[in-house]
């Protein structure tokens, strides 16, 4: 969970948090371990998000383009994508 763009690149030492991921996901293709990519991502305007979600309504409550399906802060993150 959170490998998306977004979330991987606010860390501090990325580079570190990603290197591991991706030896994680190697790991995992290597055993046969099936994974499963989740994004956390909205249409435009945010239609999904409801008042009563505090967490996302923020998100919603915002100008421009955060978090929409689109955008590359929703991608999952090339060091460790499908």
């Given at each position: 969970m959170?490998?998306?763009?977004?979330?991987?690149?606010?860390?501090?030492?990325?580079?570190?948090?990603?290197?591991?991921?991706?030896?994680?996901?190697?790991?995992?293709?290597?055993?046969?371990?099936?994974?499963?990519?989740?994004?956390?991502?909205?249409r435009a305007g945010h239609p999904e998000v409801s008042v009563n979600n505090r967490s996302f309504s923020a998100l919603a409550s915002q100008a421009g383009t955060r978090f929409t399906?689109?955008?590359e802060a929703t991608q999952i993150?090339?060091?460790v994508g499908p």
């Amino acid at each position: 969970m959170d490998v998306q763009r977004g979330v991987v690149e606010r860390f501090a030492g990325a580079g570190e948090l990603q290197s591991r991921l991706a030896r994680a996901v190697d790991t995992a293709r290597g055993a046969a371990v099936p994974l499963i990519f989740v994004r956390v991502a909205f249409r435009a305007g945010h239609p999904e998000v409801s008042v009563n979600n505090r967490s996302f309504s923020a998100l919603a409550s915002q100008a421009g383009t955060r978090f929409t399906d689109d955008s590359e802060a929703t991608q999952i993150h090339p060091a460790v994508g499908p």
